[in-house]
Nanobody
């Protein structure tokens, strides 16, 4: 079971990025997927998640700006990030759990990918 996060980079405030989380070794169809982030000197925080039935949840600080989606045919979950702010700067991680039907913000995610750096700066 492997998760590969990608799509990070340097972007100006107000810009957009799309992160991808590609799974290998298992099919994402029945899994819940979440994105977390960790900024330097801060604790890891949950950003967004999506259940196997495509119910979604977002942290208040990204509502209206970020959108999570899944493409089971490509075994990939995406995080579209718009209107980025400097405070969105962090390493972003994706995580997966086979309890896909559960309420996704409450799941203790079992599998984790490596992070991808997002830097929002002018």
């Amino acid at each position: 079971v492997q998760l590969q996060a990608s799509g990070g980079g340097l972007v100006q405030p107000g810009g957009s990025l799309r992160l991808s989380c590609a799974a290998s070794g298992f099919a994402l169809d029945y899994y819940a997927i979440a994105w977390f982030r960790q900024a330097p000197g801060k604790e890891r925080e949950a950003v967004s998640c999506i259940s196997s039935s495509e119910d979604t949840s977002y942290a208040d600080f990204v509502k209206g700006r970020f959108t999570i989606s899944r493409d089971n045919a490509k075994n990939t979950v995406y995080l579209q990030m718009n209107s980025l702010k400097p405070e969105d700067t962090a390493v972003y991680y994706c995580a997966a759990d086979p309890r896909g039907g559960s309420y996704c913000p409450y799941i203790p995610y079992e599998y984790w990918g490596q992070g991808t750096q997002v830097t929002v700066s002018s």
